[in-house]
């Protein structure tokens, strides 16, 4: 096959025409900033990233074992869009214990939850559509909404989430809206969780004003204190909610498998939609998932975990308490891996972070986590992927660095 | 975490408005026909599957299992959206054997190829954008263009693949495209190869009107007969190409890694686009490919590969034409997985299938993959999935159901 000559791949000499909506599309500022922060000297707060030692390396690595030996050949081959037949009926399994009941045509898998919100908003959303978002919300749905020229309106949120008694004013001014979308647990960037009481509230809305719910829950299952709160979509007897639920917070975030589970209308729509997107999610890591829940000890994992994030977002809240300037704010999580600073004496975030990375400490300032309106004096905190004494070290570079302003 | 009570997940009972672009989409009937035909008892030449007992499973699960023991928290860790390093050099390293000289810079990796088209759809195309394609395509990019609600429109192809020479009469008729959309080596559905000439003179039009060429080539690697050709990309100096390559065909499609090439400035688009897609490719998946390559002889097997798909394909054609009614015809391919019959006196692939089935084997209908001007009597055969004694039993079985008629 080789041929003699080899020809560069040529650079870009001319100017081609995008879509208009690359113009709204920027590259993540948190992801850009994780390149710099993934140097080993710095103390990085800034990604959103799980403890790695707590992978179940194992346990994983024998899933796959496993498959290849008994099924190589069939998780080697195409699968079906709708994903791994018995990865869905596990799923419809956990999801009854969390006090919702589906059948597995009402669950479909995923390459991330980050694929559960793109093909929502590809079957939902046209130009102009109105997606309501709490501010701040989750940076990488906002710029999946910008991908499909939604006209995203926002309403705020305070410690117990969005403020969903906004959500009539924000109709009488800008019109129905097509979508909103919550993180109702241990929301990122924030930290907090969505009440009981706007719980119900938000689902009368939505069926009110026949709007759907994207209810993104990949924190829920890492609640550290506190009871957990029934889902959005248990809440629901009409199918205006799509529930997204992922392993790559449980398990491994490299495995890239989630679900997206709401009605068989909704599910259907999806799999048409994914069919050209992706095809299917991996077939090997959908069998390999599959097995290793048969077997490994998921509850108990969990359990761990989140004893883990507990004691580190504890030692994250006595670090601040110790070190930061007065004047500091900061929420306080029951779960997740995210809390949310608020820097004293109009400091910003973005003038502070450089002077951090000299000092070896990194977070990600909070302005682009804003749909408007941005308060470029907050900044998030991850606390997952640090032990406890790494995290008071950090705290304490931060303090310096803020106290030297 | 378990709640009392459990809440059904509710069956849709209102109509939620979807975006315009459902309407334009429907399931795949390749692949809704592929469940029917996925009964073992029929011999099924429907679907577009490699040979599965020719995936390398033990040195893919080799690969893995030294993944896991050498780097297993990094590989289940998130990851950058361009893909992995090492994996990304060494298809630079097997571009230049084939005659094109990329930098890293200008690939990255994709979730399939599938997903390689849906990025550059939704890098380039606003609704009412023409995409040109060939009459037939490959099914699942129109449903993608679809989905963007491009217009597609379309030139005609021959046994030399697409007519290239129609294209300035098509833009004198429609106006500039955005992009044209071609695999060029051994088509999907038709089997058929772009000669030299027209690749040139594809190359030529690109430029003359800043146009994209999306050049789609999964089963280049496949060649069985005759010599290689140059690829459109390395025609090109003014960086009017994308070109999508894949290990689905030579590896495992199970896998979904795949990767596109281009200029630096459009895998930038393509990454940014990605990014609040999908996030990026299974971390996993890529560094046990990255592995793999290392070690096995890639060359080696798609040698292989080639022999057992042209021994399969030789099978089907002197199968074809020993069983098939008088007036039945077919493309004979130089590689890939399919050839394309035209069916004799008006028979329509649609009406026989049914009672093709009956009789236990299965191939696709041609009509799907028309964007226009659907020629019923065509059908789409597939060799690479079945041995040659079984691909004779299938012809025979296929050529009493046209007999019948």
Redesign the interface.
């Known amino acids: 096959?080789?041929?003699?000559?080899?020809?560069?791949?040529?650079?870009?000499?001319?100017?081609?025409?995008?879509?208009?909506?690359?113009s709204r599309?920027?590259?993540?500022a948190v992801?850009e900033i994780l390149?710099v922060a993934e140097r080993p000297e710095i103390l990085s707060f800034a990604?959103?990233?799980?403890a790695?030692?707590l992978?179940p390396?194992?346990a994983?690595?024998q899933a796959?074992?496993e498959v290849?030996?008994h099924e190589?050949?069939?998780?080697?081959?195409?699968?079906?869009?709708e994903g791994y037949g018995p990865l869905r009926e596990w799923i419809c399994g956990h999801?009854?214990?969390?006090?919702?009941?589906?059948?597995t045509e009402?669950v479909i898998i995923t390459?991330?939850s980050?694929?559960g919100i793109?093909l929502v908003a590809?079957?939902?959303?046209?130009?102009g559509?109105v997606v309501v978002v709490e501010n701040p919300s989750y940076l990488?749905a906002l710029?999946?909404f910008?991908?499909?020229q939604a006209r995203i309106e926002y309403v705020g949120s305070d410690h117990e989430g969005m403020r969903v008694e906004e959500l009539e004013a924000l109709v009488a001014r800008v019109g129905k809206p097509?979508l909103i979308y919550i993180v109702p647990n241990f929301h990122n960037p924030k930290g907090t969780t969505l009440s009981l009481e706007r719980r119900h509230a938000l689902v009368r809305f939505a069926?009110r004003h026949?709007?759907?719910i994207l209810e993104d829950n990949p924190y829920g299952?890492l609640?550290f204190r506190g009871e957990?709160l029934?889902s959005i979509?248990?809440?629901?007897?009409?199918?205006?909610?799509v529930?997204l639920g992922t392993f790559?917070k449980t398990l491994?975030?490299?495995?890239?498998i989630a679900w997206a589970?709401?009605?068989?209308?909704?599910m259907r729509?999806l799999?048409?939609?994914k069919?050209?997107?992706?095809?299917?999610?991996?077939?090997?890591?959908q069998r390999a998932t599959a097995r290793l829940l048969t077997k490994f000890d998921y509850d108990a994992h969990v359990t761990k975990l989140r004893a883990v994030y507990g004691e580190r977002c504890q030692a994250m809240l006595d670090s601040l308490e110790l070190h930061m300037p007065e004047g500091t704010q900061w929420t306080h999580p029951d779960g997740g891996m995210f809390l949310w600073v608020e820097l004293p004496r109009g400091l910003r975030g973005e003038d502070i972070l450089p002077r951090a990375i000299e000092q070896r400490v990194a977070f990600v300032p909070g302005s682009p986590f804003f749909a408007a309106n941005p308060r470029p004096e907050c900044i998030r905190l991850n606390y997952s992927n640090r032990p406890p004494e790494l995290i008071e070290e950090g705290m304490r570079r931060l303090a310096s660095v803020l106290a030297a302003q």
Chains 1, 2 share one sequence.
């Open positions: 096959m080789t041929l003699s000559a080899s020809t560069h791949l040529a650079p870009s000499t001319v100017s081609l025409p995008l879509a208009q909506r690359m599309m920027k590259t993540s992801r390149k990604g959103g990233l799980p790695p030692e992978f390396v194992e994983i690595a796959h074992a290849f030996a190589g050949p069939a998780a080697m081959q195409y699968s079906t869009t999801l009854a214990q969390r006090g919702l009941t589906a059948t009402q390459s991330g980050q694929q793109d590809k079957v939902m959303l046209d130009p559509d990488a710029q999946n910008d991908g499909y097509k069926q026949r709007v759907l299952e609640r957990a029934p979509a248990s809440l629901d007897d009409m199918g205006v909610v529930q790559s491994a975030p490299g495995l890239r589970a709401g009605s068989k209308e909704l729509s799999t048409i939609v069919q050209s997107t992706d095809l299917h999610t991996a077939t090997l890591s």
